[in-house]
Nanobody, 129 residues
Framework: QVHLVESGGGSVQAGGSLKLSCAAS????????MAWFRQVPGKERELVASVPIKRSGRTYYGDSIQARFTASRDNAKNSVYLQMNSLKSEDAGMYFC?????????????????????WGQGTQVTVSS
């Protein structure tokens, strides 16, 4: 079992920045990737970024995610982060951290919510204009 706790959300004015954190605990031996998803009411969760945590590799960003967002990891802390700059109103939503469960190496971290088994409770991001 993997337990994920997000933090760092809040309310910010357009143009501002936020840094989200996700700390993982529990049995992580079978976790290869962690990811950030965003969800707004009435829509499905969409990928923000997926990060390989057991090997060096590329971080993938969702199609709608611009270069204003940067995901990173700290293996020593079992944590991933999402730095969000120049925030816009359309960036608002509930941001979830997720972790997968795999028993072999993966060539690329999944981009769908179905690729992830463990989820945090989410942290709300509000952007006011």
């Amino acid at each position: 079992q993997v337990h994920l706790v997000e933090s760092g959300g809040g309310s910010v004015q357009a143009g501002g920045s936020l840094k989200l954190s996700c700390a993982a605990s529990g049995y992580l031996d079978n976790t290869q990737c962690m990811a950030w998803f965003r969800q707004v009411p009435g829509k499905e969760r969409e990928l923000v970024a997926s990060v390989p945590i057991k090997r060096s590799g590329r971080t993938y960003y969702g199609d709608s995610i611009q270069a204003r967002f940067t995901a990173s990891r700290d293996n020593a802390k079992n944590s991933v982060y999402l730095q969000m700059n120049s925030l816009k109103s359309e960036d608002a939503g509930m941001y979830f951290c997720a972790a997968d469960l795999v028993f072999a190496g993966v060539a690329r971290c999944g981009g769908s919510s179905e690729d992830y088994v463990y989820w945090g409770q989410g942290t709300q991001v509000t952007v006011s204009s």
